[in-house]
Nanobody, 123 residues
Framework: VQLQASGGGLVQAGGSLRLSCAYS????????MGWFRQAHGKEREFVAA????????YYADSVKGRFTISRDNAKNTGYLQMNTLNPEDTAAYYC?????????????????WGQGTLVTVSS
């Protein structure tokens, strides 16, 4: 299983970015997909997760209403649309996949991780 996150960059506060996570390996549709982020000097934290069919989503309170997670199983790709960004959203963003949906916010429950894509929000 390999995951490739992309779409990060520098954006002004209030702006938007769309992250993508390209997947290769076993059937993508079997996995729950999550997005996490890690700011400099801080622990990795949950951002959002989506069930294998895309019918159930979970969000951290800090991004609820601003970020939208989605997936296209036909394209083996997941997405994170990020709107109304603020400097506190600055971090490396990681996508990950796992079996099962229990504890979707738990970093330790995810089996495979992509490399991070850096998002920098200027004030």
């Amino acid at each position: 299983v390999q995951l490739q996150a992309s779409g990060g960059g520098l954006v002004q506060a209030g702006g938007s970015l769309r992250l993508s996570c390209a997947y290769s390996g076993h059937t993508f549709a079997h996995y729950v997909m999550g997005w996490f982020r890690q700011a400099h000097g801080k622990e990795r934290e949950f951002v959002a997760a989506i069930s294998w069919a895309g019918t159930t989503t979970y969000y951290a309170d800090s991004v609820k209403g601003r970020f939208t997670i989605s997936r296209d199983n036909a394209k083996n790709t997941g997405y994170l649309q990020m709107n109304t960004l603020n400097p506190e959203d600055t971090a490396a963003y990681y996508c990950a996949v796992r079996y099962g949906i229990d504890q979707p916010m738990a970093v330790s429950r995810y089996d495979y991780w992509g490399q991070g894509t850096l998002v920098t929000v200027s004030s």
